[in-house]
């Protein structure tokens, strides 16, 4: 089965600066890759995701980048915020009908000290 | 709209003792899942259901974990009986293609169950 392997598992950076969170998949055939942010006490937000017939994909402040030959996508916020600090999870799919179970990442703490 | 809610926050239980967990998904979506978070490991995916019919089981742990979605709407997770290892936050998330693609899941804020 497919196994999300996601760095570093904590991750600190000052307001303004830039954060990168990169992960990696091991099933080839996966090709739905979104992000998740979970706040304190919330559930998982979909932030963004990027599907395998493109390279890139931004929203404002954040952008996913996807390589399907080195099998790595990675997230990356500009700019942060100290509302930006929450736990990151990236996950994997092979979405196909009937069947759309996601794969997660064990997770990135990320803080935005002001 | 409303997102989709889960019931309750937390639970507190006794190993033995059996915990059922409720899901009311997004009004509409046919695809409900549950996933679990166990202390600082990923989540993973136990279950979904399309409509009322179990479409993929394959994470479900054990014998323990009964989950059902009588009527196509709303979800129930029962544990019983209960273990230490099942502590963890239990999520549930929906999808519905009319709404976006279909692999497009919006989650629930989570049953956060601890076993003592």
């Known amino acids: 089965g497919e196994n999300v392997e996601q760095h570093p598992s904590t991750l600190s950076v000052q307001e303004g600066d830039s954060a990168v969170i990169k992960c990696t998949y091991s099933d080839s055939a996966s090709n739905y890759f979104p992000w998740y942010k979970q706040e304190l006490g919330k559930g998982p937000q979909l932030i963004i995701d990027i599907r395998s017939n493109v390279g890139e994909k931004k929203d404002q402040r954040i952008a996913v980048t996807l390589n399907k030959t080195a099998k790595h996508f990675s997230l990356h916020i500009t700019e942060t915020q100290p509302e930006d600090s929450a736990v990151y999870f990236c996950?994997?799919?092979?979405?196909?009908?009937?069947?759309?179970?996601?794969?997660f990442g064990k997770g990135t703490l990320l803080t935005v000290n002001p | 709209e409303a997102g989709v809610t889960q019931f309750p926050s937390h639970s507190v239980i006794e190993k033995g003792q059996t915990v059922t967990l409720r899901c009311d998904p997004i009004?509409?979506?046919?695809?409900l899942y549950w996933y679990r978070r166990v202390m600082g490991k990923e989540i993973k995916f136990l279950l979904h259901f399309v409509k009322e019919s179990k479409q993929d089981e394959s994470g479900m742990p054990n014998n323990r974990f009964l989950a059902e979605r009588t009527g196509g709407t709303y979800s129930t997770l029962k544990v019983q009986p209960a273990e230490l290892e099942d502590s963890g936050v239990y999520f549930c998330a929906s999808s519905q293609e009319r709404q976006g693609p279909a692999d497009t899941q919006y989650f629930g804020p989570g049953t956060r169950l601890t076993v003592l």
């Open positions: 009004s509409g979506h046919d695809n």
């Open positions: 996950a994997a799919s092979q979405p196909r009908v009937g069947n759309y179970k996601l794969t």
